[in-house]
């Protein structure tokens, strides 16, 4: 079964007929722009855990369970998701095209779009809010007519498919971090905690990241100061030092969501999240997408092995 669409669409879910993308220029070595990618890489001992969740609130069919005992050895992990500034970085050392631009359209939440946008953009059957966007790209997130990326440098990549995350690691030297990394890092020393800061989801009334508030999918409150993706380093960073672990966009990993079929895992939840729906912010939580969709919720953070100097 296809994940909740409020999560992330699948490619091939849109009422259209496509061809494929061609293939994109090749990564080039890695230059200064690569180097500074990868500065604030996190050095983080690893160890044993427990991964993964019984939840009642959780999604069983999603694997997130059973709790177990995980290992992982020393790594480093990006305090944040890839942001525009770092992936226009990319795009301008390497030409790189993304399969967003390839394909010609993106997924975007129609609550996002002008009236004549959204009138000329077929809605995923099921999903109507989901939207395949012409033209909608990691420029131009909301498709033609978009706001500038220039008040956005700081927020995270968007419409970015995992095999346009693998192209960036290539360039930059890092990698996708695998599923118990991700989730060691995301959990940020706590054990069997629900979020990276505990159980509670606003403790004490704060806000602690940026997921739906409101009536999903028709009324955004937008009570924590976000409407879509916020900054990276907004709110509270865990105690490993990650900001924005859960909600603002999925995160890519490396690793299949089965041992069977393409699809990757995405972990983390989104600005789209909401527990009425795809309560998916959590650190246990999981769900999958194809290795060539993209949508304006779909992210990546960066990992690499220990430190060598």
């Known amino acids: 079964m296809a994940p909740k669409s409020c ?47 019984e939840d009642p609130d959780g999604f069983p069919a999603d694997g997130e369970g059973p709790v177990r005992e995980a290992v992982v050895g020393a790594f480093r ?6 942001t525009n500034a770092r992936f226009a970085s990319f795009v301008k050392a390497t030409g790189h095209v993304t399969e967003a631009e390839s394909f010609g359209f993106s997924f975007v939440f129609d609550g996002f779009l002008t ?31 978009s706001t500038s990326l220039t008040t956005r440098q700081e927020h995270p990549v968007v419409h970015v498919s995992w095999n ?12 996708l971090p695998t599923e118990a990394e991700w989730e060691y ?38 009570a924590d100061g976000q409407a879509g993706t916020a900054p990276a380093r907004s709110f509270r960073p865990n105690g490993y030092g990650l900001y924005q672990a859960v909600g603002n966009v999925w995160e890519w990993s490396a690793d299949r969501f089965g041992p069977d079929g393409p699809e990757r895992t995405m972990r ?3 600005h789209m999240c909401h527990d009425s729906y795809c309560n998916r912010y959590r650190v ?23 430190r060598t100097a």
């Open 7 to 53: 999560c992330a669409p699948v490619r091939g879910s849109e009422p259209l007929t496509l061809p494929p993308p061609p293939p994109g220029p090749p990564p080039r070595a890695a230059d200064p722009a690569a180097e500074r990618a990868v500065r604030d890489l996190l050095d983080l001992p690893g160890g044993r855990f427990l991964m993964g969740t």
């Open 77 to 82: 992990i990006a305090p944040t998701t890839v």
């Open 115 to 145: 009236p004549a946008v959204a009138a000329a953009s077929p809605a995923v059957a099921g999903t109507p809010w989901w939207r395949a966007v012409s033209g909608a790209d990691w420029r131009r997130p909301e498709g033609p007519g």
């Open 164 to 175: 346009d995350a693998q192209a960036y690691c290539a360039w930059s030297g890092t990698r």
């Open 185 to 222: 890092a995301a959990r940020g020393g706590l054990e069997q905690r629900r979020y990276p800061w505990g159980d509670e989801l606003r403790p004490g009334g704060r806000y602690m990241c940026n997921i739906w508030n409101g009536d999903f999918p028709l009324h955004n409150t937008r």
């Open 268 to 270: 983390g939840g989104s």
């Open 284 to 306: 246990a939580a999981r769900t999958r997408n194809t290795p060539d969709s993209s949508a304006g919720n779909i992210g990546f953070r960066v990992a690499a092995g220990p």
